[in-house]
Nanobody, 116 residues
């Protein structure tokens, strides 16, 4: 069974940083591209970033230059380093695996709130 368990969210002030983690199990993590997606209250789910098995990365324009996605295949863990956080980054963040034509979250997500 595929499991993705996110952690690391919290309440921070604008300009601060957070590092999210996602522990994966139940599939061959190292050969899969992985993504972070987020959903703010009342909004559609939004793709944030993807890292391919070889380590190449892509980012949404809204987070480019502030967020860094990475992975540790030995630990089967995905990360998202978020710097210079803005109030508009407030959302529930999910890690996701590509399934059936979409980035599919499997966990509960982790809440990130950016507020002064």
């Amino acid at each position: 069974e595929v499991r993705l368990v996110e952690s690391g969210g919290g309440l921070v002030q604008p300009g601060e940083s957070l590092r999210l983690s996602c522990a994966a199990s139940g599939f061959t993590f190292s050969v899969n591209a992985m993504s972070w997606v987020r959903q703010a209250p009342g909004k559609e789910r939004e793709w944030v970033s993807t890292i391919n098995p070889g380590g190449s990365t892509i980012y949404a324009e809204s987070v480019k230059g502030r967020f860094t996605i990475s992975r540790d295949n030995a630990k089967m863990t995905l990360y998202l380093q978020m710097n210079s956080l803005k109030p508009e980054d407030t959302a529930v963040y999910y890690c996701a695996k590509w399934d059936a034509g979409a980035w599919t979250p499997r966990g509960q997500g982790t809440q990130v709130t950016v507020s002064s």
